[in-house]
């Protein structure tokens, strides 16, 4: 049974960075593609980021496009979110997402799901 934990949340202030990890484990990593998504309260989930299973190629929502990098170790079965100059309104629950194909995480659907991380930016 696959199992998706995410690490690397909490209080930052306005312009600061944050490393989210999401380890993967019960399934073969280096076979799929990972996404990152977020919820912010009275929001629906949006999609973040997603690396296809080399990492060769990767995909960002236009609006974090230069802020934040996925990126992913298939050694050590990790997915990251880095995020730089953050704002208010990054803060949201962080979710990573795995599956096959990485353009149905693009689209928002995923085989499995973390069970998030709050991001909150504080002004």
């Known amino acids: 049974q696959v199992k998706l934990v995410e690490s690397g949340g909490g209080l930052v202030q306005v312009g600061g960075s944050l490393r989210l990890s999401c380890a993967v484990s019960g399934r073969i990593f280096s076979t799929y593609a990972m996404g990152w998504f977020r919820q912010a309260p009275g929001k629906e989930r949006e999609f973040v980021a997603a690396i296809t299973w080399s990492g060769r190629n990767t995909y960002y929502a236009d609006s974090l496009k230069g802020r934040f990098t996925i990126s992913r170790d298939n050694a050590k079965n990790t997915v990251y979110l880095q995020m730089n100059s953050l704002k208010p309104e990054d803060t949201a629950v962080y979710y990573c997402?795995?599956?096959?194909?990485?353009?149905?995480?693009?689209?928002?659907?995923?085989?499995?799901w973390g069970q998030g991380t709050q991001v909150t930016v504080s002004s």
């Open positions: 997402a795995l599956d096959p194909v990485v353009n149905k995480l693009r689209a928002g659907v995923a085989d499995s």
